[in-house]
């Protein structure tokens, strides 16, 4: 029974701390699970944000100089901080401009996404090889194969005619 108890207090300690960690400073905590409007937009801001930064680390392991990309998500963020302070002023505003408010961010926070894959894919392309040498160097070859081929089919005329 003791255990129980023991694992019970754990888990709940574990959570109440993981809570207090994805805080985001100046955002209300109910905000974590809200299903209010600026709660949702708050989440998919940072969800974003949080997948550009896991993005570019992942360019980082593929040995890609990623300082500059680093600085531009941190840039990112500080817009998202922004945001985050017109979303919890914005929510606090009567229902008609609290959806006109929350309607201009949501525009916002839309390109803040678009940034943010931009970002993301940029650094990922870096990481990419170059695929036009690839393709030059390729055509290349096919070419030299052609005339290979047609230097054959043309001594197997000669050739015949003889």
């Given at each position: 029974?003791?255990?129980?108890?023991?694992?019970?207090?754990?888990?709940?300690?574990?959570?109440?701390?993981?809570?207090?960690?994805?805080?985001?400073?100046?955002?209300?905590?109910?905000?974590?699970?809200?299903?209010?409007?600026?709660?949702?937009?708050?989440r998919?801001?940072?969800?974003?944000?949080?997948?550009?930064?896991?993005?570019?680390?992942?360019?980082?392991?593929?040995?890609?100089?990623?300082?500059?990309?680093?600085?531009?998500?941190?840039?990112?963020?500080?817009?998202?901080?922004?945001?985050?302070?017109?979303?919890?002023?914005?929510?606090?505003?009567?229902?008609?401009?609290?959806?006109?408010?929350?309607?201009?961010?949501?525009?916002?926070?839309?390109?803040?996404?678009?940034?943010?894959?931009r970002?993301?894919?940029?650094?990922?392309?870096?990481?990419?090889?170059?695929?036009g040498?690839?393709?030059?160097?390729?055509?290349?070859?096919?070419?030299?194969l052609?005339?290979?081929?047609?230097?054959?089919?043309?001594?197997?005329?000669?050739?015949?005619?003889?």
């Amino acid at each position: 029974m003791e255990l129980v108890i023991c694992a019970a207090v754990c888990v709940t300690v574990v959570g109440v701390a993981s809570r207090f960690r994805r805080r985001k400073p100046g955002v209300p905590m109910s905000w974590q699970t809200s299903q209010s409007v600026a709660a949702d937009l708050h989440r998919r801001m940072h969800r974003s944000l949080e997948r550009t930064r896991n993005t570019v680390a992942a360019a980082r392991k593929r040995g890609v100089p990623t300082a500059h990309y680093e600085g531009l998500c941190d840039d990112l963020a500080a817009t998202g901080r922004a945001i985050d302070d017109q979303l919890v002023l914005a929510s606090k505003l009567p229902f008609k401009a609290r959806h006109k408010a929350l309607l201009s961010l949501r525009y916002r926070i839309a390109e803040l996404e678009k940034t943010g894959d931009r970002i993301g894919r940029t650094a990922l392309e870096a990481a990419s090889p170059l695929v036009g040498s690839v393709d030059d160097a390729l055509s290349t070859i096919n070419e030299r194969l052609d005339q290979v081929h047609e230097a054959r089919d043309e001594l197997r005329e000669l050739g015949g005619n003889a």
